[in-house]
């Protein structure tokens, strides 16, 4: 998450333990994490502009395949939720803009 503390910004990172994942359940494991993200997005827990871990970190830490953590950005990238910079990472999106 983005911090400002006198005037400057300064990147914060939130202790997350990521999702429950149900690997046999029926729901596919993109989803659940799609629906993790995006519960935290709504409920305000991830401001704008908070970055979201590296796409094989969270893949490593929440056990489960790097494509799958792919589909998932790529789903909330369609919904408009997060926007990703090419060599800065993941960010909430704004959704004011």
Sequence with gaps: MLSQ???????????????????EGP???YVQIVNYVTAHIKDGSWQPGHR???????????????????????ELRERDL????QGRGTYVKDRRT
């Design 82 to 85: 997060i926007v990703s910079v």
């Design 27 to 29: 729901t596919p494991i």
């Design 52 to 74: 979201l871990p590296a796409e094989r970190a969270m893949a490593d830490d929440w056990g489960v395949a790097y494509l799958t953590i792919r589909r998932a950005m790529k």
């Design 5 to 23: 503390v006198n005037g400057a910004l300064r990147l914060v990172f939130v202790n997350d333990h990521g999702p429950d994942i149900v690997h």
